[in-house]
Structures are given as structure tokens and as C-alpha cells.
């Protein structure tokens, strides 16, 4: 998704005419704000206005939405953490270019989550 200045290029195709479409969100809102944030910002029975535009052949649908109800429930810390620790794990793979790396680091986890069956069962059997 490209930002501008103007608007947000809206990864869709004009329905008349193909061409790129942007996407703009109202009312009082700069027009580089993201549909998402603007959702996630709403509050209850607040008017979000949504204009989709094709600036090559003029093509524009403007939608309303209200916002009815928002329910929020806090996360579990555990499955916080764990996403957090899979994005890190996620970005040092996309780093890494050798393919010999890649492969050392798979038989590395691989080898890791054979052990760790082995270690908690020893742990339950200790008595104190």
C-alpha cells in the first residue's frame, strides 16, 4: 500500500475502468489516515465516511459506515508474547540470505523442540 499526501492507494481495481483506485477517509481526518486506524479509533454510533476514487476515469463510490457496538477484550500476555517473539523470529529470517544459515537454524529448532519433551518430563519426576 503506497501513502501520499493526498490519499492512500487502495490495493483494488476500478470497476469501470481498471485503473488504480484510492481510498480516502472522513469526516476530520488527514487524507493519508488508513481505513484500519480510523476503525480502530472509532467510537460507538460514530459516522465513518469512506470515498473510493479512480482518478483515471473519475469513477468514485462514497460509502457511510456507523459504528454500532465495540467490544474490547484484553489479550492473553502469553499469546502477546508469543506473537511478538514469532514477528522477531520472522524479520531475522527475512535477513538472512545464505541458504546454509536457513538450514543450520531449521536443524537447530528442530533439534530444540526434541529436547524440550525430555526436560519437562525430567523436571515433574525431581522431588524436593
Do not use: F, H, K, Y
Amino acid at each position: 500500500m503506497l501513502m501520499t499526501a493526498a490519499c492512500v492507494l487502495w490495493d483494488m481495481d476500478c470497476p469501470a475502468c481498471g485503473g488504480p483506485v484510492t481510498l480516502e477517509v472522513g469526516p476530520d481526518r488527514p487524507p493519508s489516515t488508513s481505513l484500519t486506524d480510523v476503525v480502530l479509533d472509532a467510537a460507538e454510533d460514530e459516522r465513518l465516511d469512506v470515498v473510493r476514487t479512480c482518478w483515471d476515469c473519475g469513477w468514485q463510490e462514497e460509502r457511510q459506515l456507523r459504528v454500532e457496538a465495540i467490544e474490547t477484550t484484553a489479550g492473553d500476555a502469553d499469546a502477546i508474547e508469543r506473537a511478538r517473539l514469532l514477528e522477531e523470529i520472522t524479520d531475522e529470517l527475512e535477513a538472512i540470505e545464505g541458504l546454509g544459515t536457513l538450514e543450520d537454524t531449521l536443524a537447530e529448532v528442530r533439534r530444540q523442540r526434541r529436547l524440550e519433551p525430555a526436560a519437562e518430563d525430567t523436571n515433574e519426576d525431581v522431588t524436593e
